[in-house]
């Protein structure tokens, strides 16, 4: 849509603020961007009079009378947290970790992807993953993908969580790691020491059309969000 509100004269120096309002069309999808651009022209003397200088005048000034600007605006994106217990832990416990997807209401998601990765020390035993608030039941199966080996001893676990709908509440997701404490690790095989600082790390990942068909084995490639 375009606006083309005209003003008055305005002094040397002097400026004047515009302000309106719009609405995200609904629903949208999480991580779509929208582009607002103003063009502005003006002219040196009011009305057609000889001299005046415009933007599409040939005075070597004329480019002092117009100009342009632009601002974008990004819709929301899931949001992640993780937990961990217990902390700390020692050689044999068992760690369950905690993460928690939330995807704002109103919004549709494509690919929804959550990957988890599990720090060089720990090995994983179990995994689950619910809809915990926000819930349907319309929304699709969570597809857990087979762990794959990560760079310097690490585990990527991931979830495909699919396409998911809009509706009018935040939704949560509880995913949840189940795995213990190796008194080695995997990548060199050095002993795991009191004090050693190990963090485990996720994300969740979106396009902002459907690029994956059906429910992957392996976590997609890549990703618009």
Known sequence: ATTTPALAALAPGASKSLTYK???ESPTVAGRTYTNSVLENTSSLAGTVPGVRTSSSTATTAGDYDDTAADTLKVALPAITKSVTPDPVTIG???????????????????????????D?????SRSATCVSGC????????????????????????????IAPTS????????????????????????????????????????????SGTPSTVPGSFDD
Request: glycine letters at 10%; charged letters at 25%.
């Open 22 to 24: 719009v609405k995200v």
């Open 93 to 119: 416990n068992k760690v369950t970790w905690h993460v928690a997807v939330t995807l704002p209401k109103n919004l549709k998601y494509f690919d929804t992807t959550v990957i988890d990765t599990t720090p």
């Open 121 to 125: 020390g720990f090995d994983l035993d």
């Open 136 to 163: 349907t039941g319309s929304e699709p199966a969570i597809a857990a993908l087979a762990p794959t080996a990560g760079a310097g001893g690490t585990i990527q676990a991931a979830w495909y969580l699919g396409d």
């Open 169 to 212: 509440s935040d939704r949560v997701y509880d995913l949840v790691i189940q795995g213990h404490l190796r008194d080695t690790y995997r990548n060199g095989g050095a002993q795991v020491k009191d004090g050693d600082v190990r963090t485990n790390s996720a994300s969740v990942k979106t396009d902002r059309t459907d690029k994956v």
